[in-house]
């Protein structure tokens, strides 16, 4: 969420190049601002994508304050959304770039030639996503009436959404007010396969697992969707953008056929959901090539076969690490809810065990994972207590029934439980080493840190954001000194190209600096706080930067 302009009120933060302007009394929306603006619709989707996130996020901090702050705020996006229903139909109207790919979408081409709206499939599945998170933050809250209403919303969204079914049990794309569909696969008109409704539906559990199968077999059915292993928007070209399908619109180098990370990480969401752990391999390598010659750019174009800037030295965007963020999230596939967690175990027959040394953030719980096994769920423990509520597939874990440290064990099949897994603890740090070269300056702010930690963890702070910071600090601080070893070793070999090797340099001391900046700022605020963790926190640091 970001701060708005109008009124003083905070709208939804949409993706780079949107434009912002007043939509109703007091609220701002936003609108792509790539393309033809003049006719772009709000962007709807990705107002439904804000809501969805900002919603999992409250469920995973259970931040009382700041549920307080947004509640309101997803309340007025979800009431926008729903002066798209048509109450005839159940379903919503999304004009041109009102989808979360925009501006790939341009609604209905009306007998005029002009633009208007459509029912938008993509629309449909991320607000009941949302949905599903909003009524659980007003649970959450205590709000049950609300609730209530949000359920009803949902149900009728969700029996609007079967309208966009097609016999196989895929979605289409949208439908025009006239009745006509676009992404029927292999129709003489529109007959385009359209991915983002069909994997976001499988990924966010919008469709059950029947119909979640019959999505991922007409995927997997057609191979140009997954040239280079990524999922790509749609094959073949749109045959009904604004723009005819050439230049920077032709088929495989923007939205139109274009590969999106943010896409391939809820596709491979979808791959765990149905165990399809070889998608999952095959997308994790066509990544780690571009990771490894510092080309992590977005969009990709060859259909996800080629960065966006070639020009550049190396290439570096977020988007780009969203399928490895997927990859460990989707093992356990965390669902949030107003009084627990339910886990859901994907892990391959080809894994015996697995441990997570890194905990889970669950409120101001930590949950340590491990599993040993495969097949159904046997048998669970928290610490070293029997946990009996799961079934063979999930675990469900009651928010007040956990204790602040817990070590979750799970055995499938005839495995035996795993021993627990071992908890980080702040102290747990990267040898210390000589830091020479470019790394020579952050010698001293090394070892401040390290001391700091030292104190921290002596003063039971070690779990504290800023002992957590610092220790990321130091961690990078390492990982660019093994770098540094292994370039000097001739273990990893420099990067080819003029420029590139220095840009890649470059990257990990510019990382390390404003990693120290940030720490700066947030242990400088300690010092005027009234809390007495954040005093003893900078009385932490005085003591390190004396030593």
């Known amino acids: 969420m970001g701060d708005g302009n109008h009124a003083g009120?905070?709208?939804?933060?949409?993706?780079?190049?949107?434009?912002?302007?007043?939509?109703?009394?007091?609220?701002?929306?936003?609108?792509?601002?790539?393309?033809?603006?003049?006719?772009?619709?709000?962007?709807?989707?990705?107002?439904?994508?804000?809501?969805?996130m900002q919603s999992e996020l409250l469920l995973i901090s259970r931040d009382?304050?700041?549920?307080?702050?947004?509640?309101?705020?997803?309340?007025?996006?979800?009431?926008?959304?729903?002066?798209?229903?048509?109450?005839?139909?159940?379903?919503?109207?999304?004009?041109?770039?009102?989808?979360?790919?925009?501006?790939?979408?341009?609604?209905w081409k009306k007998p005029d030639g002009t633009f208007g709206m459509s029912y938008l499939t993509g629309l449909s599945v991320t607000y009941i996503a949302a949905?599903?998170?909003?009524?659980?933050?007003?649970k959450m809250a205590g709000q049950t009436d609300k609730a209530a209403v949000y359920r009803g919303r949902r149900g009728a969204a969700r029996r609007g959404l079967d309208r966009l079914a097609t016999d196989e049990g895929y979605f289409i794309r949208s439908l025009d007010p006239d009745g006509t569909p676009h992404g029927i696969y292999g129709a003489r008109q529109h007959g385009y396969f359209e991915?983002?409704?069909?994997?976001?539906?499988?990924?966010?559990?919008?469709?059950?697992?029947?119909?979640?199968?019959?999505?991922?077999?007409?995927?997997?059915?057609?191979?140009?969707?997954?040239?280079?292993?990524?999922?790509?928007?749609?094959?073949?070209?749109?045959?009904?953008?604004?723009?005819?399908?050439?230049?920077?619109?032709?088929?495989?180098?923007?939205?139109?056929?274009g590969h999106?990370?943010?896409?391939?990480?809820?596709?491979?969401?979808?791959?765990?959901?149905?165990?399809?752990?070889?998608?999952?391999?095959?997308?994790?390598?066509?990544?780690?090539?571009?990771?490894?010659?510092?080309r992590m750019d977005n969009p990709l174009t060859e259909q996800g076969n080629a960065v966006y800037q070639p020009k550049q030295p190396i290439n570096i965007c977020?988007?780009?690490?969203?399928?490895?963020?997927?990859?460990?999230?989707?093992?356990?596939?965390?669902?949030?809810?107003?009084?627990?967690?339910?886990?859901?175990?994907?892990?391959?027959?080809?894994?015996?065990?697995?441990?997570?040394?890194?905990?889970?953030?669950?409120?101001?719980?930590?949950?340590?994972?491990?599993?040993?096994?495969?097949?159904?769920?046997?048998?669970?423990?928290?610490?070293?207590?029997?946990?009996?509520?799961?079934?063979?597939?999930?675990i469900f874990l009651a928010y007040d029934e956990m204790p602040k440290v817990a070590h979750i064990r799970i055995a499938l099949g005839d495995a035996k439980v795993p021993r627990a897994a071992r908890e980080r603890k702040a102290?747990?740090?990267?040898?210390?080493?000589?830091?020479?070269?470019?790394?020579?300056?952050?010698?001293?702010?090394?070892?401040?840190?390290?001391?700091?930690?030292?104190?921290?963890?002596?003063?039971?702070?070690?779990s504290a954001y800023e002992a957590a910071h610092a220790r990321l600090v130091v961690e990078n601080i390492a990982a660019a000194r093994e770098r540094q070893g292994l370039l000097?070793?001739?273990e990893l070999q420099p990067l080819s190209g003029e420029g590139r090797q220095a840009a890649a340099d470059k990257s990990y001391v510019d990382t390390i600096q404003r990693l120290c900046e940030g720490f700066e700022k947030s242990i400088v605020a300690c010092k005027d706080s009234t809390e007495p963790a954040k005093q003893r926190l900078w009385k932490a640091w005085e003591k390190a930067t004396r030593e």
């Not at 005819?244 to 180098?253: N, S």
């Open 64 to 107: 009382k304050s700041a549920l307080d702050h947004y509640l309101p705020r997803l309340e007025r996006c979800a009431n926008f959304i729903e002066t798209r229903r048509d109450g005839n139909n159940d379903l919503f109207l999304a004009g041109p770039a009102g989808n979360l790919l925009a501006p790939s979408y341009a609604g």
């Open 9 to 52: 009120d905070r709208g939804l933060v949409a993706p780079d190049g949107c434009l912002c302007d007043a939509a109703m009394p007091g609220l701002i929306y936003y609108k792509q601002g790539d393309g033809r603006v003049d006719i772009h619709d709000w962007g709807m989707e990705f107002t439904a994508a804000g809501l969805l």
């Open 427 to 462: 102290f747990d740090l990267p040898k210390a080493d000589t830091l020479a070269g470019d790394l020579a300056p952050f010698a001293e702010k090394d070892e401040q840190l390290r001391a700091f930690l030292r104190y921290a963890v002596r003063a039971r702070l070690g």
């Open 488 to 490: 000097a070793d001739g």
């Open 318 to 394: 977020y988007d780009t690490f969203g399928p490895a963020a997927a990859q460990v999230r989707g093992l356990f596939e965390y669902r949030y809810s107003a009084k627990g967690l339910t886990l859901y175990p994907h892990i391959p027959a080809t894994v015996t065990a697995l441990e997570q040394h890194f905990p889970i953030r669950f409120g101001e719980k930590q949950l340590y994972l491990s599993v040993a096994g495969a097949g159904p769920i046997r048998e669970v423990r928290v610490n070293s207590k029997r946990w009996t509520d799961f079934e063979k597939e999930s």
């Open 195 to 257: 991915t983002s409704p069909n994997h976001d539906a499988i990924a966010f559990r919008v469709v059950d697992d029947e119909q979640a199968g019959k999505i991922y077999r007409r995927i997997a059915s057609i191979p140009e969707l997954r040239p280079h292993d990524f999922i790509l928007p749609n094959y073949p070209s749109y045959d009904d953008m604004y723009e005819e399908p050439k230049g920077l619109w032709e088929f495989g180098r923007w939205v139109n056929g």
């Open 131 to 138: 949905l599903d998170r909003l009524i659980e933050l007003e």
């Open 260 to 294: 999106w990370s943010t896409c391939e990480a809820r596709m491979i969401m979808a791959y765990y959901r149905l165990g399809k752990y070889d998608d999952i391999t095959r997308s994790m390598r066509q990544l780690l090539k571009f990771a490894s010659d510092f």
